[in-house]
């Protein structure tokens, strides 16, 4: 049989493997320890770096709809404009449409109007033309009246003295006659 000492000596050795058992698995435990808490500091780093880059892009994001946002109401905006200006140059034509009308209505009112008045002219100058003709015509009449009014006293005239001058030659010598008596005293 194995002595005390053996035996001592063999528990020794137990112990010693059963120590450096333990410190085999301590020093493993240690090591996934630190492999663990390194993974963790990894995942936590890539968590950060996955955040900032999901709130640059979120803010990217807000950024670019901002912008579309904005540029959808300038482009409302320019719309409205486009419209109000749009009805305005209608409204603009429509009265100036009007005004040309009117002045057009105006201008073919004063057409007719003086061609009215050239007609009238032309009528009067026309009368006034007749009147003059006729007035010549009744003026050469009475003229030709006159002169043969004035032919005829002068023919009257010539009668009367021819006339006249018979009776003086036939009364002459009854007035000598007369002369000779003396007159009665």
């Not at 990894?42 to 904005?70: C, G, N, V, W, Y």
């Amino acid at each position: 049989p194995p002595s005390p000492q053996a035996n001592q000596a063999e528990e020794a050795k137990r112990q010693q493997a059963k120590a450096e058992q333990v410190k085999r698995q301590q020093a493993e435990a240690e090591r996934k320890s630190a492999e663990l808490a390194k993974q963790k500091a990894e995942a936590e780093r890539e968590a950060r770096e996955l955040a900032t880059r999901q709130k640059a892009e979120q803010e990217r994001s807000s950024a670019e709809l901002a912008r579309r946002h904005e540029k959808e109401r300038e482009a409302a905006e320019l719309s409205a404009k486009q419209k109000v200006q749009k009805v305005e140059a209608e409204r603009e034509a429509q009265a100036l449409a009007v005004r040309r009308k009117a002045e057009a209505e105006e201008a073919k009112r004063q057409a007719a109007e003086l061609a009215r008045q050239q007609e009238e002219a032309r009528k009067a100058a026309e009368l006034a033309a007749k009147q003059k003709a006729e007035t010549e015509r009744k003026a050469a009449e009475i003229a030709e009246q006159k002169a043969e009014a004035e032919r005829e006293a002068a023919e009257l005239a010539k009668q009367k003295a021819e006339e006249e001058g018979r009776q003086a030659a036939q009364s002459q010598p009854k007035r000598r006659n007369r002369r000779a008596i003396p007159p009665e005293l």
